[in-house]
């Protein structure tokens, strides 16, 4: 029975995600869609994959990320990474 509990709540996002998560897996899935539409429509869109590419290491060595200001104006949990 506790197996069941714990993981039933890795799969609630308030238990299971903090705003360093969502952001690496909102620029992780910004990535693959730009790629995806570069391939597909136009390859103008891979300047969304290299804005996206400058953000994250831009906020590597500031700490600064505005998704992150964001998701914390939203009341998602901070991680780690963006105090």
Known sequence: M??????????RLEVYMNIDRMVMAFAGTMVL???????QVSEMWLLL???VGLNV??????????MAV???KLGVK???AFK
Do not use: D, E, Y
Not at 2 to 11: D, R
Not at 33 to 39: F, H, Q, T, Y
Not at 59 to 65: D, H, I, K, P, Y
């Open 70 to 72: 964001l998701l914390k």
């Open 2 to 11: 506790p197996h069941t509990l714990a993981l039933s709540n890795v799969w």
């Open 33 to 39: 869609v730009s790629a995806l539409l570069a391939w």
């Open 78 to 80: 901070p991680g780690n």
């Open 49 to 51: 994959t290299a804005f």
């Open 57 to 66: 290491l831009q906020s590597a060595f500031t700490g600064f990320c505005p």
